[in-house]
């Protein structure tokens, strides 16, 4: 099975999105088409791992005897050994562990605004501003950073952030910082995602207060107030490639045909080819030979 080229070529897929896909489809259809790639890969890596580690079982004479799983186990052609098995089992457990720190951080994180609702203003010189998602959620706001704006750049402010919670831009955030924290490797992938989603809100804030250029000036009058970007899981207004944020609002968004269709075949190609990579023929085989009276 070839759940390492499968992953492989996902990730390759990832690459050539973020090159391609964000001139084409723009910030929105980036975010939906990066996370698929994350969480597919995610599964083909997981699946490739969990196979990997139970394909040795039937070597396991003594262990299966005494639990009685199998009636007569056998070495089958598809077995590995029992070591390569061992790691898969170690690497897939500590993924699952680093999945559990992030999700346990993460709720921690939003506890400390739980039951917020509507517009929150906190008492901080911090230049915050925070999409809380929820039920209902809000936006934090610290004192000085609205003090700090006029009118109009509050209502880009406000736009931005009102963005993220009505397009539900922690699900994509949070799903795919998931899956990257159990498999490191797709961390960039993950980071691309995020900062798509920023790029997503701006662009809708900016057709929300009818104008690129203040958006612009907000986000790069935010990120003066902070000398280094704040290192958080919420949404926040500032810290993911701020001048490249301010950069693609300063320019006309246009559509490349020829991009276009470069993306598309080379995901077509890459899909096809992570499909017949991972075999599903094999891994009916690998489980039904797993267990042989």
């Known amino acids: 099975m070839n759940y390492a080229l499968a992953t492989g070529l996902l990730l390759v897929a990832g690459g050539v999105s973020g090159i391609l896909v964000p001139r084409v489809l723009g910030p929105a259809g980036t975010t939906r088409f990066m996370t698929g790639i994350i969480v597919v890969t995610g599964i083909a890596t997981a699946c490739g791992a969990l196979m990997t580690a139970t394909i040795a079982l039937p070597k396991l004479h003594d262990l299966v005897d005494r639990v009685g799983w199998c009636p007569s186990p056998h070495p089958v052609g598809h077995a590995v050994p029992v070591e390569v098995a061992t790691i898969a089992a170690v690497f897939l457990a500590v993924s699952v562990f680093r999945g559990y720190r992030y999700l346990r951080s993460m709720y921690r994180h939003h506890a400390t605004f739980a039951g917020i609702n509507g517009i929150k ?7 915050i501003a925070i999409a809380i998602p929820g039920r209902p959620g809000g936006v934090v ?4 950073l609205m003090r700090a704006l006029n009118c109009e750049e509050q209502s880009a402010l406000l736009a931005h952030e009102q963005a993220h919670l009505r397009l539900n831009h922690h699900r994509y955030v949070h799903l795919t910082g998931l899956i990257a924290a159990m ?12 900062y798509m989603t920023e790029r997503w809100a701006d662009e809708t804030a900016a057709k929300q207060v009818g104008s690129r250029t203040l958006v612009a000036r907000t986000i790069a009058k935010v990120a003066l107030m902070s000398p280094t970007a704040p290192r958080t899981l919420a949404l926040t207004f500032i810290g993911f490639n701020t001048s490249s944020r301010v950069n693609a609002l300063l320019e006309s968004p246009s559509t490349n045909r020829r991009l276009a269709i470069a993306a598309v075949v080379v995901s077509a190609v890459l899909a096809t080819l992570v499909g017949t990579s991972v075999g599903l023929g094999h891994i009916t085989q690998a489980v039904f030979f797993l267990c042989h009276a």
């Open 121 to 127: 203003i906190i008492v901080t010189d911090e230049p």
């Open 183 to 194: 498999f490191p490797l797709l961390v960039p992938l993950a980071r691309q995602v995020r």
């Open 141 to 144: 706001i610290g004192s000085k």
